[in-house]
Each structure stands twice: as C-alpha cells, then as structure tokens.
C-alpha cells in the first residue's frame, strides 16, 4: 500500500495509547449510553441515537428481514416438523455464520489488514497456543465449539420458535393488527438481549457454574471473531433463551428471528478484538471495549454498556486508573473476606 494510502488512514494514536505490551486502550474511558441517565439528557439522547441503530443493529434488522423473506419456508412447510427444512435451517445457519465471521476473521486475522491499529491486545491469539484449547489452537478450539454446539443450538431455537408461530402456539400478532407495539418490541430488542443476557452472564459467574459451564468462554483473555460463540453447550442454552420471551409476549416470528439473530450475528462484534474497524479513511466503531475488559479482568462488565446494570451493581470498569483500582480494591477486600471465613 503506498504511503498515500497510509497518511488517510484514521490513526488509532490520535483515539488512544498504547502501552509497552502493544496493548491499545481508548484515551476516553467508556461513556454509559445517555438512556437510562437521571437527569434525562434529550439531546445527547438524539445524538447517540443514530449510533444505537447504525451499523450494526440495522444490519442484523436487514439481515433478519432477507431471511425471514425470502430464505425461511413457508407457514405450510413449519407447521410439522420435518428433518428437511430443520436441517435447511441449520446449514443456512453455518454458511452465513462462516461467511460473516469469517470475513472478519480473514480482514482483521488473516491478512491483518489494519496491523494492530486500534487492536487491544498487542498479541495475536496464534502467537498464544493455549493448553486449555482443542488441538492446542485458540481458532480450532473457537470454531469446532461453535458449528458443533453453537449452531445446532441456536437453530433449535429457531425451530422452536418458528414451529410454534406456524401452529399458533403463543399470543402471536401481525404488523397490521399492532404496529406501534412491534416496532417498540423491534426497537427494543438490543435492550432485552443485554438485559437477559447480564442476568445468564450473573448466574454463570457463580463459582460452580463458571468452573463447568463459563470458563470454556473465558479461555479466550485475547477474544477473536470466533471466540463469540466459544461456549459450553450450557451456556449456548441460556444465551439463546431469551428468544423464548416471544412465546410470552405478543410478538412477529420477525421480531423474535431478529433477537436470534441480533444474539447471534451480534456475537462477534463483541469479540472482535479492535476497538474500530478501519474501512478506507473511516473507523467504525465496534463498542466492544466493555466486553473485552470482562474477558481480560472476568469480574467486571458482565453487561455490554448498553445498560447501566454494572453501574448499578459497582462491577462497572470503564478503563480508566481509578476503575482499575476500584476493581483490585473490590478483589483484595473479597479475597480478605475469604481468608477470614475460613
Ligand atoms: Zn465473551
Ligand atoms: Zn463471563
């Protein structure tokens, strides 16, 4: 690439620092989403909203509305359940999560197209073989646990679901009969999944879950695209639940395709390992910083910042000193704890 090319390029030192590791953190530390604030902030408001829907969550919308259109069958087909279209549904599964997450997994890992700008880790997951992974490789472990459990499990889901909605199982509704309710719903659905999702994330960080069920999660501290759906089957389980909340509420097979999807699809941007995607002289910015310092500190951020829950609950880490001393502070005061009790 010329030298050209290079200068138009967003410099990640201009955003953050770099420490001697070639570890990158941004300079700000994280902002909570002005949403759930007191007192209300309308304008910030107005001004974060274009970064809710755009790019990712409208296209995780987009990418429901082509599969609910044109590539799920038909009510007739769903309504009795057959090894065919079950089996459809999870090879169109595979090959669109091998397509998305490969593409990042070839841009940012494979041909390293933009270095370790705004990279957080200075490492790379294949400079860091880890016993704990399958065959000794982060990315071999990462994608046999994902189309082996991952996939099966998300589609069950989706089977479900759908299988329901084609018999009428459930307080299901139409666009024409309630508009203003599913767009709300489809508006809100980022919100429920980061709501559902501190609460599965809370309940497998108690210390016997996370020894069988989340620590094969966490034996990724370096996240890459397929660490995102790198989980104990257990885990796959919970982390699609939230899906059954549309055979609660009145809701479209749409709107509960997009909550799979949203968790699905949505899973690798979380893990991405860069703070900004560089395309051509733009950074798109992946708000994954929260996720990432729960996979590098574990018990901080068990939300994705979205949602002031860790706030809430004092487990917020925001990358700043004084959140990190909070943090050892916490760890120091629980460990004496410990010692005491025993
Ligand atoms: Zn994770
Ligand atoms: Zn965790």
């Known amino acids: ?71 799920t069958p038909s009510a007739a087909t769903l309504k009795t359940l057959a090894p065919g279209w079950v089996l459809y549904l999870l090879a169109r599964n595979m090959i669109a999560v091998a397509l998305f997450y490969g593409a990042f997994e070839l841009a940012l890992y494979v041909r390293r197209r933009q270095g370790t700008q705004f990279k957080y880790n200075g490492r790379w997951p294949s400079e860091q073989p880890g016993k704990a992974f399958l065959f000794g490789s982060q990315t071999l472990d990462n994608v046999i646990r994902t ?41 809100l659905i980022p919100v429920i999944h980061e709501v559902h999702f501190y609460c599965i ?54 709107i509960a395709l997009y909550q ?3 968790a699905g699809f949505g899973a690798v941007v979380g893990h991405i390992g860069f703070d900004r995607i560089v395309v051509g002289d733009r950074a798109i910015d992946t708000h994954t910083y929260a996720h990432y310092l729960h996979h590098k500190y574990f ?21 700043s000193d004084a959140a990190q001393e909070a943090m050892n502070r916490r760890f120091f005061a629980r460990t004496a704890q410990k010692r005491g009790a025993a």
């Open 260 to 262: 799979i999807y949203h």
């Open 201 to 254: 994330h809370r309940l497998i960080h108690v210390p016997v879950l996370y020894r069988l069920v989340h620590s094969v999660h966490h034996n990724c501290v370096n996240p890459s695209p397929w660490s995102s759906l790198s989980m104990h089957p257990v885990e796959h389980v919970l982390y699609w639940s939230g899906a059954l909340l549309h055979l609660l509420v009145p809701s479209h097979p749409l």
């Open 1 to 71: 690439m010329s030298d050209a090319a290079h200068t138009a390029r967003p410099d990640d030192s201009l955003h953050g620092v770099r420490n001697r590791r070639g570890d990158w953190q941004p300079r700000q530390p994280l902002q909570p989403a002005p949403v759930f604030v007191f007192p209300p902030r309308p304008l910030a408001f107005l001004k974060w909203l274009p970064h809710y829907l755009l790019p990712w969550n409208a296209l995780f919308f987009s990418t429901t509305v082509v599969f609910w259109l044109w590539l």
């Open 299 to 319: 018990e901080v951020n068990y939300a994705d910042g979205l949602i002031p829950l860790d706030r809430l609950f004092g487990t917020f880490h925001d990358g």
């Open 147 to 187: 189309f082996a459990f991952g996939l099966p499990i998300w589609t069950a889901y989706e089977v479900l679901i759908l299988w329901c909605w084609a018999n009428g199982w459930g307080p299901w509704t139409t666009f024409a009969a309630h508009p203003v309710w599913l767009v709300v719903l489809t508006l």
